[in-house]
């Protein structure tokens, strides 16, 4: 039972437009989300998260949207430029509860010059 | 700054043998855990550690053992490996508090034949 849902294995933009990934999650206890950039034959590293208090966080080109009605978030990238090309993985996770990060499938995002 | 160190970076195994996947982090993090990276299928919590001394299990905790011993280290141990374990493991560990970051190595690609 995946708990955490990117339902869109790749994407493709072009430099210079926006990239939007998405997230969707089923446990409504779920109050804090990450994303994680990983690019080939390297771990993960932190791009952005966002507590279930706020609904956007921004850090840069970098904005992360959490629609909770609809357990939905989304990763904005605006511009996009090639280094972005990556796969990014979305977390979730319990405050004061649970130790463990549970990870989507990821989406391997292309941005084209 | 070393961060979170793998080693090996590549291992082939027979199945059946045994062998022991090493983590080592400088930061002083309370929380290490172990990851593996599946094709299609993202990242899948093994096994964790709130502290020295304190191990519990993730998601996909079966053939594999952890120890803690230390704050620093935080070893994965293949009992008796299968072909089934392929996969790429990646160790990770963060401070307290689950709005932390989560601090990835670089990898241990393993092939069970």
């Known amino acids: 039972d995946q708990q955490v849902k990117q339902n869109s294995p790749s994407l493709s933009v072009q430099e210079g437009r926006i990239s939007i990934l998405n997230c969707d999650y089923t446990n409504s206890m779920f109050d804090y989300f990450l994303w994680y950039k990983k690019y080939p034959a390297e771990g993960p590293t932190f791009l952005i998260s966002?507590?279930?208090?706020?609904d956007k966080n921004e850090d840069g080109r970098f904005t992360v949207f959490l629609n909770k009605s609809a357990k939905h978030l989304s990763l904005h990238i605006v511009p996009s430029q090639p280094g972005d090309s990556a796969v990014y993985f979305c977390?979730?996770?319990?405050?004061?509860?649970?130790?463990?990060?549970?990870f989507g499938k990821g989406t391997k995002l292309t941005v084209n010059p | 700054n070393a961060g979170v160190t793998q080693t090996p970076k590549f291992q082939v195994l027979k199945t059946g043998q045994s062998m022991t996947l090493q983590c080592a982090q400088d930061?002083?993090?309370?929380?290490m855990s172990w990851y593996r990276q599946d094709p299609g299928m993202g990242l899948r919590l093994i096994h964790y550690s709130v502290g020295a001394g304190i191990t519990d299990q993730g998601e996909v905790p079966n053939g594999y053992n952890v120890s803690r011993s230390t704050t620093e280290d935080f070893p994965l141990r293949l009992l008796s490996a299968a072909p089934s374990q392929t996969s790429v493991y990646f160790c990770a560990s963060r401070s307290q508090g689950l709005s932390e970051k989560l601090f990835f190595g670089s990898g241990t690609q393993l092939s069970v034949l």
């Open positions: 930061m002083n993090h309370e929380y």
């Open positions: 977390a979730a996770s319990l405050q004061g509860g649970s130790e463990k990060l549970v």
């Open positions: 966002i507590s279930s208090i706020k």
